[in-house]
C-alpha cells in the first residue's frame, strides 16, 4: 500500500479518486481551499507552499502518487487570472515542491488533470500558454484576467499538458523514477458543469457539446483512469495525454493524431545518440 496525495479531493474528480484510492487501502491525504486533510489555496504561491510543507510533514516525507485535480472552471464568474493561477501554477507548484517525497517512493506517479478543450476549442490565447510554460506567473496572470475565464480555462489545460509532455522525459524526473502523465476529461459531471452559481447561458452552450457517447462522465470513471495512472499497470506510461472524453477529440480531429514525425538531420543527431 501506497502515500497518495489528491489535490481538489474535497469535491468532483477529486473526491471519487480519494474513495478509490482509499477502498483500496491506501493513505490519502487530501488537499483543497476547505474540508480536506490539508487546506490550502492554491492560487498563491504561498498556500503551495504551505501545503507541500503539510504533505511532506503528514506522508513522513514519502509520497507514492500525486494526483491534481484541483481546478477552476470557465463557465462562473472566476476571474481568468485566478483560473491560470490554480490550473496551471498549482498543479506545476505541487509537483515540483513535492518530488523529493515522490523521489523517496522509489517509483512515485504525478497525473494532472489536462481537459479535451485543449484541441478543441478555437481561439486558445497562445501567449497565455507560452507565459505559463516560461514560468512567469505575474505575466500569466495579467494575461488569463484580459483574456477572461473561457479561453483562459483551455490556455491553461493545454499549457499544463505540454509541461507534462516537457518534463516527463527530463532528468529531473524519469531520471529520479518519478512518471508524468495526464488525463484529460471531456464533459463530465461535476460542479464545475452543474453547479448553482455558474452562468445560465454559457451553462447552455454544454447542451451542444459533441459527445459521441451520448452522456457526460461520471467523476467515477476519470478516478478509475487515475487509479490505473499511479498504480503498477501503467509503468511504461510516461509523458502520455489520455483523452477521456466520450469520444469527442475522435470525432472533431480524427487524423489530427496521431501525426507523423518529420525530423530535420539535426533532430535525428539530438534524439538518437547511442547510450554510454
Not at 25 to 31: D, E, K, Q, Y
Not at 136 to 155: M, Q, R, S, V
Not at 213 to 232: D, K, N, T, Y
Amino acid at each position: 500500500m501506497g502515500t497518495y496525495v489528491i489535490t481538489g479531493a474535497a469535491s468532483g474528480i477529486g473526491a471519487a479518486t480519494r474513495a478509490r484510492l482509499a477502498s483500496a487501502g491506501h493513505t490519502v491525504i487530501g488537499v483543497d481551499i476547505a474540508n480536506s486533510d490539508v487546506v490550502a489555496d492554491l492560487s498563491t504561491p504561498e498556500g503551495r507552499s504551505a501545503a507541500v510543507a503539510a504533505v511532506t510533514e503528514m506522508s513522513g516525507g514519502v509520497v507514492h502518487g500525486l494526483v491534481c485535480c484541483a481546478g477552476l472552471g470557465p463557465l462562473s464568474h472566476t476571474p481568468g487570472g485566478k483560473l491560470v493561477a490554480v490550473n496551471y501554477f498549482g498543479a506545476v507548484d505541487l509537483a515540483t515542491g513535492l518530488r523529493p517525497a515522490l523521489e523517496r517512493a522509489d517509483g512515485g506517479s504525478v497525473v494532472v488533470i489536462s481537459s479535451s478543450s485543449t484541441t478543441t476549442q478555437p481561439g486558445i490565447p497562445e501567449h497565455l500558454v507560452a507565459a505559463c510554460l516560461d514560468g512567469d506567473e505575474a505575466t500569466a496572470l495579467h494575461l488569463g484576467d484580459e483574456a477572461t475565464a473561457i479561453p483562459a480555462y483551455p490556455a491553461s489545460k493545454l499549457a499544463l499538458a505540454w509541461w507534462i509532455r516537457r518534463e516527463a522525459v527530463r532528468a529531473e524526473w524519469i531520471g529520479r523514477k518519478i512518471r508524468l502523465n495526464a488525463v484529460a476529461p471531456g464533459m463530465i459531471d461535476t460542479p464545475m458543469t452543474n453547479a448553482p452559481d455558474l452562468d445560465p447561458e454559457l451553462a447552455k452552450a454544454l447542451d451542444f457539446y459533441p459527445v459521441p457517447l451520448g452522456r457526460r462522465g461520471r467523476p467515477e470513471e476519470i478516478a478509475a483512469v487515475l487509479e490505473f495512472l499511479v498504480g503498477p499497470g501503467s509503468t511504461l506510461l510516461c509523458g502520455s495525454i489520455i483523452f477521456a472524453d466520450g469520444g469527442t477529440d475522435a470525432q472533431l480531429r480524427q487524423q489530427d493524431w496521431p501525426a507523423a514525425w518529420n525530423p530535420t538531420p539535426e533532430d535525428l543527431t539530438r534524439h538518437f545518440q547511442p547510450k554510454t
